[in-house]
């Protein structure tokens, strides 16, 4: 079956670590994107991609860093400089960047502070 | 700037008691209008995309609708299974500043008690 894998589902995080959480598509899309999901909030853009080798920061960027460098893995980490960590990761891909086709989700990654 | 705003932020429904979940929008010119179903600690799951006022989407117990101005989603004679968080987003048209981003509302918790 095609989707989307994040890993790990929980995560923690110490003060001054950087950490790093994975997604994996095997939809063969090319736009992937990065959420953060807050409670009582919409989904919040951290960056995203368009195409491999390329990405933009999103609305909420600061204390974040990704790479892609193959079609199917967008892997986000998040470094010391992200004060206030703790929230419900989401990655997403969609076919084309722009297109009107729907993005589909991962089931998220839960990142806490130690 | 694009905004979306769902309410009620939560409802409570009967088995069967049929009832909406509106989604009030503006954007820079409308490409797609999306909703979701996300279950706790999962997700978003896609459900229908509109692009034009007038449309309509159907899904077993689910419907959607779409004017310029919002967007209702419709439950007939629910089950407790449609208990969920149900989001909606917008997508702008080339040309505006969010083109190809999605911008979230904050979600409406819907409970269908037996």
């Known amino acids: 079956d095609g989707g989307i894998t994040q890993s790990p589902k929980y995560l923690f995080r110490k003060e001054g670590q950087n950490v790093t959480l994975s997604c994996e598509q095997n939809l063969n899309h090319d736009a992937m994107y990065w959420y953060r999901q807050d409670p009582g909030q919409g989904l919040r853009l951290i960056y995203y991609s368009q195409i491999v080798n390329d990405f933009q920061k999103g609305d909420i960027a600061e204390g974040y860093s990704v790479s892609r460098e193959k079609k199917e893995s967008f892997p986000l980490t998040v470094t010391s400089a992200q004060k206030n960590p703790t929230a419900f990761y989401l990655c997403?891909?969609?076919?084309?960047?722009?297109?009107?086709?729907?993005?589909?989700f991962g089931d998220g990654t839960r990142l806490s502070i130690l | 700037e694009d905004q979306v705003t769902q309410s009620p932020e939560a409802l409570r429904l009967q088995e069967g008691e049929s009832s909406s979940l509106n989604c009030s929008y503006t954007v820079s010119g409308l490409r797609g209008l999306f909703w979701y179903r996300q279950d706790p600690g999962k997700g978003p799951e896609f459900l229908f995309t509109l692009y034009s006022a007038g449309e309509e989407k159907e899904k077993e117990r689910l419907k959607a609708t779409l004017t310029k101005k919002e967007s209702f989603l419709h439950i007939t004679a629910p089950k407790p299974e449609d208990s969920a968080t149900y989001l909606c987003?917008?997508?702008?048209?080339?040309?505006?500043?969010?083109?190809?981003?999605?911008?979230f509302g904050q979600g409406t918790i819907l409970t269908v008690h037996p």
């Open positions: 997403a891909s969609s076919i084309l960047w722009g297109g009107n086709q729907p993005q589909h």
């Open positions: 987003a917008v997508q702008a048209r080339a040309g505006g500043t969010s083109y190809g981003k999605l911008t």
